[in-house]
């Protein structure tokens, strides 16, 4: 495992397009970090060129303190797991895993070894003599991260690995992946466009956008505390609405006005006089039977649509309000009744404040 420090760097093409623009980042020994966002955002382009296979335009790239920047793929201390696999079809799965120490020239008795522990890391030790073809899509997943661990690179890149896998394999290989990456402590630096996959597997994730980093932050953070409307809105379901702050006479406690009603919200920012985005998300709401008129962070909804999921239920609501057909969404654990109103209350710290409107 590694340290890899990412220094200011940009990558602009010949066309002019900007793919990264000052993307600086610190990954920790050991440490799992995600590259986050949409397509097109500069996540791919960015792990490409951490292991070399695009150069950047500025910038640096350190790796245990050592500038790699100019260095080839294969003087890097990288190592790549594809989307694709990229596994030799006509090579056993012990061949695939072995290609890379071969190359290097390293003796049969490290060969083998390397070999015995990277199946046993990926228990495929009864499948060293298949083929690629014999195996499932999730087996040769594991061929593919056995074929990078062979090579004991300080960094490991995942191009979305898990992307052409159906869903309940992805789950179970995700969990499997982090298990593994926990267990022999490697550093990874894992790119992806699901946000449910970033949020189980990571310790922190970087959130892209443009070639930028939004923000970067354990993914708790990231959920509870997006730093503006995009991260907000890209992670996850997210309600958001403008507000204008006023004081109260609570410390760090603040009279937002909406137009769906007015909230006390709880921020240790001064918040006096601003007009800011405000979020919250689904889970936050609390339906309330029976509230009273004008309930402290209560406002009325009719329920106009709702997907039942199983363990909960996704309820599209529009807020009675004079003059908006905004909606919002709440998750209960059962359905409602549609057209029905209901009262909704969020709690202070439900929120979370963004940027200016």
Known sequence: MARLEIREVSKTYPNGFRALENVSIDVKSGEFLTLLGPSGCGKTTLLKAIAGFH?????????????????????????????????????????????????????????????????????????????????????????????????RPGVILFDEPLSNLDAKLRHQVRFEMRALQAELGFTAIYVTHDQAEALAMSDRIAVMKAGRIEQIAPPSDIYDRPANRFVADFIGAANIISAEFMATDTANMWSARTEIGTFKIASDENLTGKKRYICWRPESAEIVENAPTNTENTFTAKVVTQAYQGNVTDIVMRPVTDGSNDTVSIQTRKPETIRAELSIRLAPDAFSVLEDV
């Open 55 to 151: 150069p950047v335009s500025s910038g640096k790239f350190l790796i245990d303190g050592k500038d790699v920047t100019t260095d080839s793929p294969e003087r890097r201390d990288t190592a790549m797991c594809f989307q694709s696999y990229a596994l030799f079809p006509h090579m056993t799965v012990a061949e695939n895993i072995l290609f890379g120490p071969r190359q290097n020239r390293l003796s049969k008795s490290e060969c083998d070894v390397r070999l015995a522990d990277s199946l046993r890391q990926v228990d495929l030790e009864a499948h060293s003599d298949k083929l690629p073809t014999a195996l499932s899509g999730g087996q040769q997943q594991r061929v593919g991260l056995a074929r990078a661990m062979a090579m």
